[in-house]
């Protein structure tokens, strides 16, 4: 079936056809209605699940740690103060390998006070462990919800599936549904490797010595990077059910391209709209989205940008003191690649605290890389008022 609704309610109805079966829950704005919309669910018997009230977002992640521990399917929803809260547990959840999905509302971090649309606090979250997975739109976000529970089993990791406040979260667009047999097809019951047993008890997570501490790492690490070939076969599952399919990246119009902007989550929506229209002028310019972000794929953004001399990296976020961070993960990537000349390369910051990234932005920063402007920082900041 189709239907209208909220990027947050896209969340949720993932979460009650993935058969979720711990729910602990802490409201904060702007991802409330996700865990609102499953209460419901809850209460009215839609979903079979226990929902638990709890006082802090470091407590929904301790209590979803103990749910996974115990062999059950959990998820949470988290934004922005309540993300950073939970810092200590998101540590925990991944080195103790529970599969746990949440969903994260991309929300400024304060101070200021702000409620709006940045990346910095599920990015700032980056060396957890957990693999994070960024939405473009309402389909993408249910149909991404239900992929991390498939991802995070099989890899005994914790996914972070992450969508714009607002211009996502609280703006409605139509949504395919799935048929609960078609979702059960494709995400079967959990059967947890090791689990708590009553009848069958151990010790887990205690004390562990310089002689087993880095092989821990080690295997968590190498868990990480076994997703890079893992997720595309699970995402041509879905495709075969569904016909929808996303990718690590996603190039568009880009095998022609001189100037090539890279994009995450809704800004993509913005940049393709520009895209066609200067490709209806005669302009070579593309863009590649970046889906996952944990682990980074390396080498298939060097198989997209190849011979792409101008790129253009548009960041939602600041790393203070350094710049963009996706602009830093793709220096990283690119660096030392096969290319047959190093690109000219600008990261611009745009739309921080959730300030409007209009078409006007979009080729303003085209314009900017093409006319090849000398820039003496690696951060060029769009619209501020300095």
Not at 116 to 126: I, Y
């Amino acid at each position: 079936m189709q239907k209208v609704i909220v990027g947050n309610h896209a969340v949720s109805w993932g979460v009650k056809l993935a058969r979720t079966e711990v729910i602990p829950a802490y409201p904060i704005t702007p991802q409330t209605q996700i865990v609102e919309e499953l209460s419901e669910m809850c209460a009215s018997g839609e979903l079979p699940a226990r929902f638990i009230k709890v006082e802090s977002e470091h407590s929904a992640m301790a209590s979803a740690v103990g749910a996974s521990a115990a062999g059950a399917r959990a998820f949470t929803a988290t934004s922005s103060q309540g993300l950073a809260l939970m810092h200590e547990m998101l540590h925990w959840a991944a080195a103790a390998r529970h599969p746990i999905v949440m969903a994260d509302v991309n929300r400024a971090l304060g101070p200021g006070w702000n409620i709006w649309t940045d990346q910095t606090d599920s990015l700032s979250q980056r060396d957890t462990g957990w693999l994070q997975l960024y939405c473009e739109n309402n389909q993408e976000v249910l149909d991404t919800t239900i992929i991390a529970f498939r991802l995070a089993e099989a890899l005994d990791l914790p996914v972070m599936l992450v969508l714009d406040a607002f211009y996502l979260s609280h703006t409605s667009e139509p949504v395919d549904i799935p048929d609960q047999a078609l979702v059960d097809s494709f995400l079967p019951k959990r059967e947890a490797h090791y689990k708590l047993d009553i009848n069958e008890p151990h010790a887990f997570n205690a004390l562990v010595k310089p002689d087993d501490y880095m092989e821990m790492r080690w295997h968590m690490h190498d868990a990480q990077r076994r997703a890079l070939e893992l997720y595309p076969q699970i995402e041509s599952e879905w495709l075969a059910l569904t016909g929808r399919y996303y990718g690590m990246i996603e190039p568009y119009r880009t095998d022609d391209a001189e100037t090539v902007l890279i994009t995450t989550g809704t800004v993509t929506s913005t940049a393709r709209y520009v895209i066609d229209e200067r490709r209806s002028r005669g302009e070579k310019v593309g863009l590649v989205k970046i889906k996952m972000f944990r682990p980074f794929p390396v080498e298939a953004m060097r198989a997209a940008l190849k011979g792409i001399p101008r790129i253009a990296v548009i960041d939602r976020n600041i790393s203070p003191g350094n710049g963009g961070i996706f602009a830093q993960e793709l220096r990283s990537a690119l660096y030392g690649s096969d290319s047959d000349a190093a690109p000219q390369f600008n990261g611009y910051i745009v739309g921080l605290g959730g300030r409007n990234v209009t078409p006007d932005t979009i080729n303003g920063i085209i314009d900017h890389v093409q006319s090849g402007e000398t820039v003496d920082r690696p951060d060029i900041w769009v619209g501020v008022k300095a």
